[in-house]
């Protein structure tokens, strides 16, 4: 994908979590660059996909990148099926604002309770999705697996 992205279509990536066994999340990624979802096994290939996909669209930039001005980025295809853009456990926008201190700075919302924190690391928002989940799972709402 050529170009940086603008928009903010592209600052929210939806994360659907559909199952999560010792802690251990699967499901999908969703972004207006993508074509598509892209599945995910464990928090290690959700982490790397993020990290790619922020490359990729040079948005935002790692705060140790070398600045270059890219071409505009053309017009958005409307996007339909919003159904399966639900995890069977859980549904969170993450919108990464900054990448400063080999990290990722900015906010998440866990969609099924309306609920937004910030978040200064990955690690930060790796623990608030946790907590989200098993908060969930011990009140009996969901179930660890699908």
């Given at each position: 994908?050529p170009?940086?992205?603008?928009?903010?279509?592209?600052?929210?990536?939806?994360?659907?979590?559909?199952?999560?066994?010792?802690?251990?999340?699967?499901?999908?990624?969703?972004?207006?660059?993508?074509?598509?979802g892209?599945?995910?096994?464990?928090?290690?290939?959700?982490?790397?996909?993020?990290?790619?996909?922020?490359?990729?669209?040079?948005?935002?930039?790692?705060?140790?990148?070398?600045r270059?001005f890219?071409?505009?980025?053309?017009?958005?295809?409307?996007?339909?099926?919003?159904?399966?853009?639900?995890?069977?456990?859980a549904?969170?926008?993450?919108?990464?604002l900054f990448?400063?201190?080999?990290?990722?700075?900015?906010?998440?919302?866990?969609?099924?309770?309306?609920k937004?924190?910030?978040?200064r690391?990955?690690?930060?928002?790796?623990?608030?999705?946790?907590?989200?989940?098993?908060?969930?799972m011990?009140?009996?709402?969901?179930?660890?697996?699908?």
């Amino acid at each position: 994908m050529p170009g940086k992205m603008t928009g903010n279509e592209y600052r929210t990536t939806i994360v659907c979590i559909d199952s999560y066994q010792e802690s251990e999340p699967r499901g999908r990624v969703y972004n207006a660059s993508l074509d598509g979802g892209e599945a995910f096994e464990s928090l290690m290939q959700f982490l790397l996909r993020m990290e790619s996909l922020l490359d990729e669209m040079k948005f935002p930039q790692s705060f140790t990148a070398r600045r270059e001005f890219a071409p505009a980025a053309g017009p958005l295809d409307a996007v339909s099926g919003d159904g399966e853009r639900r995890g069977k456990l859980a549904t969170f926008t993450v919108k990464i604002l900054f990448r400063q201190n080999a990290s990722w700075q900015g906010c998440v919302t866990w969609l099924e309770r309306g609920k937004e924190e910030s978040f200064r690391s990955a690690l930060e928002l790796v623990f608030l999705m946790d907590s989200a989940i098993s908060a969930s799972m011990q009140s009996g709402k969901l179930r660890a697996s699908s």
